[in-house]
């Protein structure tokens, strides 16, 4: 499965980390697909503190247990691919991210 970002970058999900996403983040299953839209339109990019080259993806939706975060945690390297997602009630990591809002 490939998303494309905001940051023009293509993201891939191996079958193996959406396995490991579904397995340890069961909450997450019905709300997957929204995984699009995070990568596409986040409400903000944070750099991971234990390595520069990650970057969590952050978007909260209404809708989701009454309002919570979708993060999708990226690994951006020569083939840029997903390490995990989860909900989470708040921002987490690191330092923002800046780039180029359209």
Do not use: C, W
């Not at 959406?18 to 929204?34: A, E, N």
């Not at 995984?35 to 234990?50: A, G, M, N």
């Amino acid at each position: 499965m490939i998303y494309h970002s905001i940051l023009g970058k293509k993201i891939t999900v191996t079958s193996e980390r959406k396995r490991h996403i579904l397995i340890y983040h069961p909450d997450l299953k019905p709300y997957f697909t929204s995984l699009k839209e995070v990568f596409l339109e986040p409400d903000e990019i944070r750099i991971s503190k234990s390595d520069s080259t990650v970057l969590l993806f952050y978007k909260f939706f209404a809708n989701i247990k009454d309002g919570k975060y979708l993060v999708g945690v990226v690994k951006f390297n020569q083939r840029s691919f997903v390490l995990t997602a989860y909900l989470s009630n708040r921002k987490l990591s690191g330092e923002e991210y800046e780039y180029e809002k359209e």
